[in-house]
T-cell receptor, first 114, second 113 residues
Framework: DADVTQTPRNRITKTGKRIMLECSQT?????MYWYRQDPGLGLRLIYY???????NKGEISDGYSVSRQAQAKFSLSLESAIPNQTALYFC?????????????FGEGSRLTVL | GNSVTQMEGPVTLSEEAFLTINCTYT??????LFWYVQYPGEGLQLLLK?????DKGSNKGFEATYRKETTSFHLEKGSVQVSDSAVYFC????????????FGGGTRVLVKP
């Protein structure tokens, strides 16, 4: 089983619908992240959390919200999806004790907003 | 702010050719540098990293050297295989900002038999 698991892997929805992407990890890491991948733009940080009581906005947080339900779970919500939120979304984790910042990624959730 | 610039793709090569993907960065401090690889249909996985100037990261025949004087971290492989076809991302981590990673735009590499 993957250390970082994302659900769903694929989702097609309509404009205005609420969507939740879920992430769970078995690595025991404190730090969790949500990134968005668009062609040619690399990965951009949406939100990150350094522990259960810590939530921080990334560079593109508008239109998104997150919840850190437990050390192992970090979910991303789109309250009212719009077509330009069509993208590939990645959850990632890192170890507080690793001072290099290496990230461990899930396999991605592909979201299409019609 | 921090930024990473890498050459745009796609890069198309024949098997056993030499591969170079250029990466330059802008950072306020002394970041760690990474190359991540994304194979088709998969998430990103770490290919190699370097944490200080002149360090060389290497893995699976790939190498990259942290060059502080030219703010570069170019990825090289001497003889590519079809299985190296993937998207490659250069990234830096900023210790001053909790080690968040900043990514380049990615370079798609296609190796033909």
């Amino acid at each position: 089983d993957a250390d970082v698991t994302q659900t769903p892997r694929n989702r097609i929805t309509k404009t205005g619908k609420r969507i939740m992407l879920e992430c769970s990890q078995t690595k025991g890491h404190d730090r969790m992240y949500w990134y968005r991948q668009d062609p040619g733009l690399g990965l951009r940080l949406i939100y990150y959390s350094f522990d259960v009581k810590d939530i921080n906005k990334g560079e593109i947080s508008d239109g998104y919200s997150v919840s850190r339900q437990a050390q192992a779970k970090f979910s991303l919500s789109l309250e009212s999806a719009i077509p330009n939120q069509t993208a590939l979304y990645f959850c990632a984790t890192s170890d507080l004790r690793d001072n290099t910042g290496e990230l461990f990624f899930g396999e991605g959730s592909r979201l299409t907003v019609l | 702010g921090n930024s990473v610039t890498q050459m745009e793709g796609p890069v198309t090569l024949s098997e056993e050719a030499f591969l170079t993907i250029n990466c330059t960065y802008t950072a306020t401090g002394y970041p760690s540098l990474f190359w991540y690889v994304q194979y088709p249909g998969e998430g990103l996985q770490l290919l190699l990293k370097a944490t200080k100037a002149d360090d060389k990261g290497s893995n699976k025949g790939f190498e990259a050297t942290y060059r502080k004087e030219t703010t570069s971290f170019h990825l090289e492989k001497g003889s590519v295989q079809v299985s190296d076809s993937a998207v490659y991302f250069c990234a830096l981590s900023d210790r001053a900002a909790g080690n968040k990673l900043t990514f380049g735009g990615g370079t798609r590499v296609l190796v033909k038999p």
